[in-house]
T-cell receptor, first 117, second 114 residues
Framework: GAVVSQHPSWVICKSGTSVKIECRSL??????MFWYRQFPKQSLMLMAT?????????EQGVEKDKFLINHASLTLSTLTVTSAHPEDSSFYIC?????????????FGPGTRLTVL | AQSVTQLGSHVSVSEGALVLLRCNYS??????LFWYVQYPNQGLQLLLK??????LVKGINGFEAEFKKSETSFHLTKPSAHMSDAAEYFC????????????FGKGTRLHILP
């Protein structure tokens, strides 16, 4: 089956530093990837839609300059949390569409736990 | 706008008993509906999905859900709970052939009592 990986699985950083999280589709090409964040004991909140070769589409209330998304290839999207602060600590999960328009073929990564000290 | 409402943030059932997790949806167009399971510190695993075919959908691990348009519901059931079913369950909705976004409910924590 389709597999999506994330790296790193967890990261601890100091306040003010930037952190990059990678999302890869291992055995299929994904023209669209999605980034979510999940606070403890809460649901997933969609942050942005990442399209290969174009700018990401951010959800209302998500800071574009804070959460930089790059989708440089059909198998890789990256989320960079810039100038991270403790309130950015969260569980970040990505997902990838196997084919555009086939939302029933969306696969999720295992998540990245970010802790900002 | 689409949304899902999961009734009950916590549900406890005894091992061997029926599992029923409730989900109601709101959508301006015929939706796709999903149930996902999440174990601690892990990503999401798809249990089952409704994509406008059969209204009774069977998924993995013995779970099933029934799409009821008249009730705008998509409740998840399992005849006999196992200890391994203890996890967080999310109901989700999307708009087919639109923007592919999946909107999640707030989740229901399922506890299995021995």
């Amino acid at each position: 089956g389709a597999v999506v990986s994330q790296h790193p699985s967890w990261v601890i950083c100091k306040s003010g530093t930037s952190v990059k999280i990678e999302c890869r589709s291992l055995d299929f090409q994904a023209t669209t990837m999605f980034w979510y964040r999940q606070f403890p004991k809460q649901s997933l909140m969609l942050m942005a839609t990442s399209n290969e070769g174009s700018k990401a589409t951010y959800e209302q209330g998500v800071e574009k300059d804070k959460f930089l998304i790059n989708h440089a290839s059909l198998t890789l999207s990256t989320l960079t949390v810039t100038s991270a602060h403790p309130e950015d600590s969260s569980f970040y999960i990505c997902s990838a569409n196997y084919q555009p328009g086939r939302v029933n073929e969306q696969f999720f990564g295992p998540g990245t736990r970010l802790t900002v000290l | 706008a689409q949304s899902v409402t999961q009734l009950g943030s916590h549900v406890s059932v005894s091992e061997g008993a029926l599992v029923l997790l409730r989900c109601n949806y709101s959508s301006s167009v015929p939706p796709y509906l999903f149930w996902y399971v999440q174990y601690p510190n892990q990503g999401l695993q798809l249990l089952l999905k409704y994509t406008s075919a059969a209204t009774l959908v069977k998924g993995i691990n013995g779970f099933e859900a029934e799409f009821k348009k008249s009730e705008t519901s998509f409740h998840l059931t399992k005849p006999s709970a196992h200890m391994s079913d203890a996890a967080e369950y999310f109901c989700a909705v999307s708009r087919p052939n639109r923007d592919d976004k999946i909107i999640f409910g707030k989740g229901t924590r399922l506890h299995i009592l021995p």
